[in-house]
C-alpha cells in the first residue's frame, strides 16, 4: 500500500469509540443468542439421555456415534462460540476505521451466536423422551441449512443497526503521479463495468444445477427454494456493477444490494493493483481481510483499489481497473480545483 | 467502458454516445453479448437528458448494433470477434497520409465521409 500524509491531526480518532461501541453491543447480543438457548436445553436436562448424543455417522442409517454428558456439550458450544465472537469482534475492535467493516464484524458475531443456538436447540430436541442416545436419529439436513440461514435475518439486523460513517471530505488534491484521463474542460466522464466470475460463481453454478437436478429426481418440490436462495445469494456476492462518475465510485450487486458508494470529495487516490481473494480476503464476495480492508472481490487478479479519507480503504476486482481509476483520480481532482 | 460528453463540441450529444459504442466495438472493448448501461444510469451519470440515451440507443439499434429489449435493456448484437483490426490499420495510415499532406482532422473526416457516402 502506498502511504499518504493524513489527512488531520491525528490526536482523536473517531472511529475508535464507534467501533468500541458496535463491537460491544453485537458480541453481546451473539452471546445472548447463546446463552439463551443453552438455558433452553439446560432446562430440557430431566427429558434428555445421559449422556447425549453429540456426533452422527455419515452412512445410511445416521446412527450417532459420538456421546457427551450434557455439561461436556453445554461447555463445549460455549467455548467454541466465545472464540468465534472474540475473533470476530476484534475484527471490528481494532480494524473498524470503515463502517463496512464494523457492519460486518457485528453480523458475524451475532450469526455465529446464532448458528450455535439453532444446532444445539436443533440436536438435543429430537432426543427429548429418549432413554438411550443411540436411538437418536440424525437431524435433517433442513436443519442444518436453517442453523447457517435463520441468523441471517438478526445478522442483517446487527449490520444495519451499525450507524454508517460521518462524511469526512477532503480538499486534498489527487497526488499529480495518480493515472488520469484527459479530458477536455466541462467534459463529462462516466467508466461502468461489470464484475464477477471466479470461482464463487462455478460453484454458485454447479451447486444451483445439482440441486434443480435433485429436487426433480427425488419429487421433493419443497427443495426447489434451495436453488432459488443460492441463485440470490450469488447474485448478490459474486456479480457487481462498478461505476465511476463525478459523484464518486459505487459498487452495487446484480439484485441491487448491497451497495456501496465512495463520494467523489472522500477519494483520496485511486490505483489498479492485483488482489488474491483467498490469500488477502479468505475467499471471494463481499468480505472484510486483513487490518479490516474492505473487499469486494468475487474473483482474484486485476482489481480497482480507492484510498479512502480516514486511513479507509476499497478494493474491487475488475477488468480495465486502470481506466477506471485514471477516471476517478480526474473527477476526484477536478471537484478540489477551487 | 468510458463514456465521455464534451458539451462544447458541435457534434450532437447522442451522436456523441453513438460514436463511442462504434469506437468500442472496433477496438473490442465492446463485443457480442456485452449489456449497455441502463438509459436512466447513463443520462445520470453524464447529466444529460434521458431521452438523449434513448435516441443514441435507437440509433444503434435501427444500425443492428445493439437489440433493446424491455427488462433486458440493450445488448450488443452486432460485436466482432477482434474488433475491426484491419479497419483501424487502414484508417492509421489514412490519418499518417492526411497528417502528411497537411489536412486539418476536419478536413480529413470530411473527406472519409464524402468516400464513404459514394
Known sequence: MTTTPAPGPRTTEPWKALARRSTLWSSAAGLLLLLGSTAVVLSWRNDLPDPIASHWGTGPSGAPNGFMSLTQWVTTLLAIGAACIVVFGAIGWFWGKAAMTRRISAAATVWIGGLLAVVQMAALASQRGLSDAAQAHDTSGWWLAASYVVPLVPAVAAAVLVPGDAPQSTTARVPANAARVALADGERAVWIRRTGGGPGLRVGAAAIVLMLVLAILTRMWGLLAVPVLLAVLFASMMVFEVRVDATGLAVRSAIGWPRTFIPADEVVAASSTTVHSFKEFGGWGWRVGRDGRVGIVPRSGEALLVERTGGRSLVVTVDDSETGAAVLNTLADRIRNG | ?118
Open chain 2, 1 to 118: 467502458m468510458l463514456w465521455t460528453i464534451d458539451p462544447g463540441s458541435d457534434e450532437p450529444l447522442f451522436a456523441q454516445l453513438v460514436a463511442q459504442v462504434h469506437v468500442a466495438l472496433s477496438r473490442g472493448t465492446l463485443s457480442t453479448g456485452d449489456r449497455l448501461p441502463a438509459a436512466r444510469e447513463l443520462a445520470g451519470s453524464l447529466d444529460l437528458n434521458v431521452h438523449t440515451v434513448l435516441r443514441a440507443y435507437q440509433e444503434l439499434r435501427d444500425s443492428g448494433v445493439i437489440d433493446l429489449r424491455r427488462g433486458r435493456g440493450a445488448i450488443v448484437v452486432g460485436g466482432t470477434e477482434h474488433g475491426h483490426d484491419h479497419v483501424r490499420t487502414t484508417l492509421a495510415a489514412y490519418a499518417a497520409a492526411a497528417r502528411a499532406a497537411r489536412l486539418s482532422p476536419e478536413a480529413a473526416s470530411a473527406l472519409l465521409k464524402e468516400e464513404m457516402s459514394r
